[in-house]
């Protein structure tokens, strides 16, 4: 375990995650947020086999956990830290039939304490202006709005907000 919060464990994924990441990664509704394409069932074997293989790299500076329910270990969602040279950079998504429960808020909040347990000196999050419901849960964990940009990959505008730890 990476850490818990109240309701919720963070752990490396596994292979057994494959199902329920899958269902994640092909939601449309999911990925607009996220910026990113519906991956399909191939992409997704790959993108989880690289994200597994990669917690054995030291030089790793890309982690992907993945979040799983306390009262019935049932995989909600993942999160993510980003460690590179300008930003420390966290995310998050969950299945869609998870939100409106309350998890965001309560992941971030872990993730933050996490953050400080590891040295990160502040966050960095990539909110979509169209997500306005983690647009509420950055800004309710005091993040401060810093610009809006162009997200590098997909040339696509983001806001940028920062929390100091």
């Known amino acids: 375990m990476i850490f818990e919060t109240e309701r919720l464990f963070v752990r490396k994924l596994a ?31 790959k993108d989880l086999k690289d994200v597994i293989e990669k917690y054995d790299n030291p030089t790793n500076d890309f982690w992907i ?3 799983e329910r306390k009262s019935d270990s049932v995989f909600v969602g993942t999160i993510a830290f980003v460690k590179d040279k300008k930003d420390d950079e966290i995310g998050y998504r969950f ?39 983690s647009e509420k849960i950055i800004k ?15 040339g696509i505008p983001e806001n940028k907000y920062i929390l100091e730890l």
């Open 140 to 154: 309710g964990a005091n993040f401060t709005f810093l610009e809006s940009v162009l997200c590098e990959d997909l």
């Open 15 to 45: 292979f057994t995650d494959f199902e329920s990441f899958h269902e994640m990664q092909s939601n449309k509704n999911v990925m607009r947020f996220v910026r990113a394409k519906v991956m399909t069932y191939d992409d997704n074997k």
């Open 65 to 67: 956990y993945a979040v």
């Open 95 to 133: 299945l869609e039939k998870y939100w409106g429960n309350g998890y965001g808020t309560e992941i971030i909040q872990g993730m933050i304490s996490y953050a400080k347990k590891i040295k990160f000196p502040s966050l960095i999050a990539y909110v979509s202006p169209d997500n306005i419901g």
